[in-house]
């Protein structure tokens, strides 16, 4: 019996894995300040998509202080989406990117092999201005100085009831 639940769960693995490895480009979108510059060019989709699959377990990062980025859009070949297929976050002055993990959770990387990738792509795209924090609410109330709450993108750690760089 535990052999044919393993050879199962081998099968749906491999199943599951399948369309994974099968993705394939069809447009790619990086947006910044002044719009979106749309990449078809074949070579640099198969390039881009490799990258992003063979991420593996990527490097972790600190969510970063506030900073200048641009928009990453994939499209996927035969995805009914009527949009992009998924979006990641690109701080090109810092070399991470933001992914999606979750519904609601995201998580900064390092970029690493695919930062040359991105940057070729991306190559002539104002990214945006690094965002601006004009409302905090804790409780649902809001607080005095929101600006300030910016530090706690710096903080690394939280002991004694405080946060610390």
Do not use: H
Not at 8 to 24: D, G, M, N, V
Not at 95 to 111: E, K, N, Q
Not at 124 to 136: D, N, Q, S
């Amino acid at each position: 019996m535990k052999a044919l639940l393993v050879t199962l769960s081998a099968a749906c693995a491999l199943a599951a894995s399948a369309p994974a490895q099968a993705k394939e480009l069809s447009a790619f979108k990086a947006c910044g300040a002044a719009g979106c510059k749309t990449v078809k060019d074949t070579s640099l989709l198969r390039k881009l998509i490799r990258s992003v699959e063979a991420q593996g377990n990527p490097v972790s990062v600190a969510i970063p202080a506030p900073t200048a980025y641009l928009r990453l859009e994939f499209l996927v070949r035969g995805d009914q989406a009527r949009g992009p297929s998924f979006v990641q976050y690109y701080s090109p002055a810092r070399g991470i990117v933001s992914l999606r993990t979750d519904p609601d959770a995201w998580t900064w990387v390092r970029a690493g092999g695919l930062r040359s990738l991105l940057d070729r792509a991306t190559l002539g795209v104002t990214p945006f201005a690094k965002p601006k924090i004009f409302r905090v609410t804790i409780g649902g109330k809001p607080v005095q100085g929101p600006a300030s709450y910016a530090r706690l993108f710096r903080a690394r750690t939280f002991s004694g009831g405080a946060f610390s760089s």
